[in-house]
């Protein structure tokens, strides 16, 4: 597939953060997104080696319907930006977005292990990514980050609101599994939240994790293992 090229590197943490305020405008949350269980569904993840300052992506492509693989590809880099809390995207773009470019199949929406509008400036990777592809996309995160919600009920499909400080609704809990601890779903671009955990639940028939992050992230530590031998 071909996608939109990212902005250059930003030179600081203040570029980074005027970059995400510049695109935040452009995340569109009218659309309903496209229909669980049908079409294409990308998974992307990241695994990192600081010590030598490697970064891997992958991307792998399953049919929403049978949940089979019918695309992967993968790429490795430099690191090219440090950690900062609210701005992990500037370190992963890159690379995820070289790992989209490889693919030989375009999905219908992406699927990110991470943080879409759950973030403390309302635009973590899956809005940045959303936003700089034009596809739909999600962020399904293990962790509520900073934010806080009621435990959901114990059996699959239930869910609670994800909340900011301030009380504002960022995403849901989402219970994957029964009696298993929930994810945490958030909307990234051109999707609703109700459609994002239908997304989320019809990825997870059997784990806590979505099929599709699963995928990737077996793929993205297989290829930083090789990239390192």
Known sequence: MTTAKTPATPADEAEARAV???LRGQVVLTEIGPPPGEGLVAGVDVAYD???DLVA???VVLDAATLRVVGE??????VSFPYVPGLLAFRE???????????TVTPDLVVCDGYGLA?????????HLGVVTGLPALGVAKNPFTFTYGEPGARRGETSPLRAPDGEVVGRALRTQDGIKPVYVSVGH???LDNACAHTLALSPRFRIPETTRHADSLCRRAL???IA
């Open 57 to 59: 992506a992958a991307a």
């Open 73 to 78: 590809a993968v790429s490795v880099g430099r």
């Open 225 to 227: 293992r090789e990239a």
């Open 20 to 22: 995400q305020d510049g």
């Open 119 to 127: 973030h403390p400036r309302r635009f973590g990777l899956a809005c």
């Open 93 to 103: 773009l890159p690379t995820v977005l070289a790992a989209l470019e490889a693919l």
């Open 190 to 192: 051109r999707v609703s």
């Open 50 to 52: 600081d010590e030598r």
